[in-house]
C-alpha cells in the first residue's frame, strides 16, 4: 500500500490526494504487463529468421516470391541461395527426365544405338539419388535459415551473393 508523501496516511492504490491532509499524490506508474508483443520488424512483418526459411519451403517458387518482396540482405540472399540451388536441381530433374523418360516412350531408342531396359534402371536410380539429394539440401537450408546462419552451398552460394547483389 503507498502512503502520503505529507503526513504519511495510508492511501489506496488509485487515490490522487491523500484524504487526512489533501495533498495532491503523484502518479503511481501501472506495473508493465507480463506479456509484451515482440518487437515489429521493419518491411514485411516477420523476423528475417522467419521469412528467409520460408523462402526454402516450395523451392525456387517461393525464392522468387521473397527475392522480389523482401529487401532485407539476409533474406534476400536466402531467396537467391533457393532460386539458384532447387531451380538448378528442377533443370537437372527435368533434363534426366528428358534423356531417360522419353527415350521409353519413343521406343527405347537413342542416337547413340538401342538405349534398352537397362536404361530404366539407371534413370531411375540418377532421379532418386536427385530427389534424396533435393530434400537433405532443403531441410538443411531451412533449419540454418531459421537458425540465423548466413550457410552458403559451394556452388550455389558465390552465385547467390551476386544475384542478391552483396
Request: hydrophobic share 45%; glycine share 12%; aromatic share 12%.
Amino acid at each position: 500500500m503507498p502512503h502520503c508523501t505529507k503526513c504519511g496516511a495510508e492511501l489506496s492504490a488509485s487515490a490522487q490526494f491523500c484524504p487526512t491532509c489533501g495533498q495532491p499524490q503523484p502518479a503511481i506508474p501501472a506495473p508493465p504487463p507480463s506479456w509484451q508483443p515482440p518487437p515489429v520488424t521493419a518491411g514485411s512483418g516477420m523476423s528475417e529468421n522467419t521469412a528467409a526459411c520460408l523462402s526454402y519451403v516450395l523451392g525456387w517458387l517461393t525464392g522468387i516470391i521473397f527475392f522480389l518482396i523482401d529487401k532485407r540482405p539476409y533474406v534476400r540472399f536466402h531467396a537467391a541461395q533457393s532460386i539458384v540451388t532447387f531451380g538448378g536441381l528442377h533443370v537437372i530433374r527435368i533434363v534426366l527426365s528428358l534423356v531417360f523418360g522419353f527415350g521409353w516412350f519413343f521406343g527405347s531408342y537413342s542416337h547413340y544405338g538401342y538405349a534398352g531396359w537397362g536404361s530404366l534402371g539407371i534413370g531411375i536410380a540418377l532421379l532418386s539419388a536427385l530427389s534424396l539429394l533435393s530434400f537433405i539440401l532443403w531441410i538443411v537450408c531451412m533449419i540454418k535459415a531459421a537458425q540465423g546462419s548466413r550457410f552458403e552451398l559451394p556452388v550455389a552460394g558465390p552465385i547467390a551473393q551476386n544475384l542478391a547483389g552483396q
